[in-house]
């Protein structure tokens, strides 16, 4: 399996019979350079993998600065406006598994191509729409492209890539990227509907895409599990679909819903009825879409915990830093953006550096010390002030950005760590929707504790700092998780 199309199909020629020698010949320690062109291309297939991730994450965060115009020129109900987050990321994390398995049975490229267009063509559709249901459905259906390009684009690099140096560099880039765009979308979405429209936020995809789409024949090489008789499990991906979107639609509901209410208790439940169906039907199915064995790999397991409490402070604090800065210290939108973008900039050398470190003390070093330093700016954004100016803390959001792409980075290492090309396009279905689950969770918690701290009576800003804790707990926490697969490895088991 290759990243890109290969200029020859030397590897399939009759070698020659090669002359008898006294002694065998030693192996050589060093790899053979490839051509200027071969590098080229290859990192032009890297490049096209990265934007359409750059686009996916971006469209998380880009569409929030444009919530306000977007309701009122629609007309929509304002307890109803945030379904066009939800839907969103209802379709998203639901279908991730599932774009990940068809990925590895179907063809990577292909995956990648058809959410490619599928995305586009929802983003054609929302940027045109002039009803609030459409609108709607076209998120659903984006999120939907999306759930295919994720897991196929992580899933190309990883299967493009030899394990070890050259693989943590790639992915390294991977996690740098994600980690600017989430952030620039709050910078870009302000400038956008600023300086032109709320509409443009979803045209803007639509000539990136069909462009990414263009080129991706030409560029990527095409990889698929080639088992004769093999099927897509079906009821497994219907029965994970509803619990994933159920559980993310609970989770992100609840501040708005409350605890008691009888939709949420009823989607909780579905979620659950789901995936005991799922674990009853993966048990017996001959060729299930997760196979237990897969999920019981020590690093898939610890990847997806860090990655669930990565999405839940990553998610809750920008969401609670974009409302700090508009109603506390009254900034607009594109002011906002621009002082969250240090987080996204310091990300992206998180991901170089991270890539560059893994290989001299391993990975999982390397969660710990990025982990930490989350935590550690956590712990200072708890200092948030009521007034004034913000830069004494820009070093805060930095230390949380370092630590956000960080560990993102060395995850997406661990999860992909000894997998078989067969199966890392489930992984990264996998990765994701812990990552995204985490997300709906962060999004929905620390909102809703600083707006209930808030309400008692306390001082400005004291909601916002009462999340920050939660955040640093949650970074705590992923640091506590790193630390023990450390103290349960040899030294011989790092990797990268």
């Not at 297939?45 to 996916?56: G, S």
């Not at 295919?148 to 299967?159: D, G």
Request: with cysteine; glycine share 12%.
């Amino acid at each position: 399996m290759t990243l890109i199309k290969e200029r020859t199909q030397s590897s399939h020629r009759i070698p020659r019979p090669a002359r008898p020698s006294p002694e065998p010949p030693r192996p050589s320690k060093e790899r053979a350079r490839p051509s200027p062109e071969s590098a080229r291309l290859h990192g032009a297939a890297l490049a096209l993998i990265l934007t359409a991730a750059f686009m996916v994450v971006l469209d998380f965060s880009i569409v929030n600065v444009a919530l306000p115009s977007i309701e009122a020129e629609l007309g929509f109900p304002r307890d109803a406006v945030q379904w066009i987050i939800t839907a969103y990321a209802i379709a998203f994390g639901g279908l991730l598994i599932l774009g990940g398995r068809a990925a590895d049975l179907f063809g990577r490229r292909r995956m990648f191509i058809a959410g490619l267009l599928v995305f586009s063509a929802a983003s054609l559709a929302g940027g045109l729409a002039h009803d609030p249901v459409l609108l709607v459905a076209a998120r659903l259906v984006q999120g939907a492209g999306a759930a295919l390009v994720a897991p196929a684009a992580l899933s190309l690099i990883t299967t493009g890539f030899a394990e070890g140096p050259q693989r943590n560099r790639a992915l390294g880039l991977y996690g740098a990227t994600a980690s600017v765009g989430f952030v620039a979308g709050q910078v870009l979405g302000g400038v956008l509907v600023e300086f032109t429209s709320w509409r443009a936020v979803f045209l803007v995809n639509v000539p990136v895409g069909l462009l990414a789409v263009a080129l991706a024949p030409w560029l990527l090489g095409e990889s698929r599990r080639h088992s004769p008789g093999t099927r897509l499990d079906g009821a497994g991906a219907l029965l994970i679909t509803v619990t994933v979107a159920a559980a993310v639609f609970a989770v992100s509901q609840l501040d708005v819903l409350g605890w008691a209410s009888p939709i949420l208790l009823g989607a909780t439940a579905l979620a659950l009825v789901a995936a005991a169906g799922f674990a009853v039907v993966e048990r017996h199915h001959p060729d299930p879409l997760v196979r237990v064995d897969l999920l019981r790999r020590p690093g898939l397991r610890k990847a997806s915990m860090m990655n669930l409490l990565l999405g839940l402070w990553n998610a809750g604090e920008l969401i609670v830093l974009s409302l700090y800065f508009q109603q506390v210290l009254h900034d607009s939108p594109l002011a906002t953006g621009l002082a969250i973008a240090p987080q996204g900039i310091i990300g992206f050398t998180a991901g170089l550096f991270g890539a560059r470190l893994a290989s001299r003390v391993g990975v999982r070093r390397v969660l710990v010390l990025t982990s930490a330093v989350a935590t550690l700016g956590f712990l200072v954004l708890t200092r948030l002030p009521a007034s004034g100016g913000y830069s004494p803390l820009l070093a805060a959001v930095m230390l949380v950005g370092f630590g956000t792409a960080g560990t993102a980075f060395g995850t997406m290492v661990t999860a992909s760590h000894g997998v078989a090309d067969d199966d890392q396009g489930l992984v990264g279905g996998v990765i994701n929707t812990s990552r995204q689950i985490g997300a709906a969770i962060g999004a929905a918690l620390l909102p809703a504790i600083a707006g209930a701290v808030d309400r008692g009576g306390h001082t400005l800003a004291s909601g916002d700092r009462a999340a920050m804790l939660t955040g640093a707990v949650a970074a705590a926490l992923a640091c506590a998780v790193a630390l023990r697969g450390m103290a349960r490895s040899s030294p011989r088991a790092r990797h990268g």
